[in-house]
């Protein structure tokens, strides 16, 4: 099964609200990352947070990481139509040398 | 621009044929991975290379290959023996190992003619 794992798969908001996604995965990390996708291209990376933080900011982004919960979620602020698209979050499990990525949350943003 | 770039956009293969997906990138990283994306999916990782001339086997490997014989290159060969090869691929690099971030081509679509 996968490494990580998004809640919820899917949420609709109007511009201007917040956007939390969740994400649990099941072994020790070194780091989690977080990734935008566009419909039909390729991801970009958004933030990484290293296990020994707790908290992040980048602009519009927050992320908080629980290593004890095994757990990470990704806040965007005041969203905007431009932030619709899909977002993963992506860690490297233990005994693995590549990222697993979740299934991914599906953020709509009504202008 | 520095960057990864995957052609065709869109391939279409016959029953019975070996197609190539190409992956360039200019960024000068080491590492490169291959991953597939099924509709509504996360990815799935199928070969990634670590160095050049060296290459290991994801999650997904079977009816797929690849080569790594320069760092800017890492095709993809979807075999005939791939029976369900419609999906969206995925190719990207990262500077060093699997815990730096990756920087993503914007993919090649593969359908059954």
């Known amino acids: 099964s996968q490494q990580g794992e998004e809640d919820p798969q899917a949420l609709s908001i109007q511009e201007g609200e917040n956007a939390t996604m969740n994400c649990s995965y099941k072994t020790s990390i070194n780091n989690l990352q977080w990734y935008r996708q566009n419909s039909g291209r390729g991801l970009v990376h958004l933030i990484l947070?290293?296990?020994?933080?707790r908290e992040k900011h980048s602009g519009r982004l927050r992320v908080t990481l629980d290593t004890s919960k095994k757990s990470s979620s990704l806040l965007i602020t005041a969203s905007r139509a431009a932030d619709t698209a899909s977002y993963f979050c992506?860690?490297?499990?233990?005994?693995?040398?590549?990222?697993?990525f979740g299934s991914g949350t599906r953020l709509q943003v009504q202008p | 621009d520095g960057g990864i770039t995957q052609s065709p956009k869109y391939l279409f293969r016959k029953e019975g044929q070996n197609v190539t997906l190409s992956c360039e990138q200019n960024l000068n990283h080491d590492a490169m991975y291959w991953y597939r994306q099924d509709p509504g999916q996360g990815l799935r990782l199928i070969y990634y290379s670590q160095i050049v001339n060296d290459f290991q086997k994801g999650d997904i490997a079977e009816g797929y290959s690849v080569s790594r014989e320069k760092k800017e290159s890492f095709p993809l060969t979807v075999t005939s023996a791939q029976k369900n090869p419609t999906a969206f691929y995925l190719c990207?690099?990262?500077?060093?190992?699997?815990?730096?971030?990756?920087?993503f081509g914007d993919g090649t679509r593969l359908s059954i003619l």
């Open positions: 947070i290293r296990s020994n933080e």
């Open positions: 992506a860690t490297v499990g233990t005994g693995r040398r590549a990222l697993t």
């Open positions: 990207a690099s990262s500077e060093g190992g699997g815990n730096q971030p990756q920087h």
